[in-house]
């Protein structure tokens, strides 16, 4: 089944401990993205890549990072989560012009 | 910055009734897409309008485009409880890369 998977849906942490939520995609499609979602706001772009160590920043990259060494991996880095990254994150994958979205991650940042 | 707009920000309507939703623009685009999210899910997409189209359909939605008053609408026809869900325009920036911003959804909700 074609599909986008992140991992963990769900993580509780604390302010400073760095962590990683996987995003992987089985479609082998070039571009992928990450969005993070809050109230009102909508969906907000933090990070793409249009393939293989070609990443480049959205609206909102503070205190992200990101990294793509295969095509159908893409994680995204909290070196240091802070309380006002808690959100809902989304990865997406996109061929032409239809995005693919995974089931998102809850996370909270105490 | 907030590219897509909708309006409104809530829609209740019955059954059978249409519901119109508005998403406006500021920036040129290459194309504007509309996605739907049932609560705290994931997006799917639903259909995509290019600039240099006027109207589009698929099933049960419309969706117009209008590139010199930078808006568009979509419009279901028809309604059912389960189309219950938020509504999302995006929009590709026409700048040559893969930039999308979504505006901040209409939540609609269709009485049984």
């Known amino acids: 089944e074609a599909q986008v998977t992140q991992n963990p849906r769900y993580l509780i942490t604390v302010t400073g401990k760095k962590l990683t939520v996987t995003c992987s995609q089985n479609?082998?499609?070039?571009?992928m993205s990450w969005y993070r979602q809050d109230p009102g706001l909508g969906l907000r772009q933090i990070y793409y890549s249009m393939n293989v160590e070609v990443t480049d920043k959205g609206d909102v990259p503070e205190g992200y990072k990101v990294s793509r060494k295969e095509k159908r991996n893409f994680p995204l880095i909290l070196e240091s989560p802070s309380p006002n990254q808690t959100s809902l994150y989304f990865c997406?994958?996109?061929?032409?012009?239809?995005?693919?979205f995974g089931p998102g991650t809850r996370l909270t940042v105490l | 910055s907030q590219q897509g707009e909708e309006d409104p920000q809530a829609l209740s309507i019955q059954e059978g009734e249409n519901a119109t939703m508005n998403c406006s623009y500021k920036?040129?685009?290459?194309?504007l897409q509309w996605y739907r999210q049932n609560s705290g899910r994931g997006l799917v997409h639903l259909i995509l309008i290019r600039s240099n189209e006027r109207e589009k359909h698929s099933g049960r939605l419309r969706v117009t485009l209008d590139t010199s008053k930078k808006s568009s609408s979509l419009l279901i026809t028809a309604s059912r409880a389960a189309d219950t869900a938020s509504y999302f325009c995006a929009t590709d920036a026409n700048t040559g890369g893969f930039k999308t911003i979504f505006g901040a959804g209409t939540r609609l909700f269709v009485k049984a």
């Open positions: 920036t040129s685009i290459n194309n």
């Open positions: 997406a994958s996109r061929f032409a012009d239809t995005q693919y």
């Open positions: 479609m082998n499609h070039e571009y």
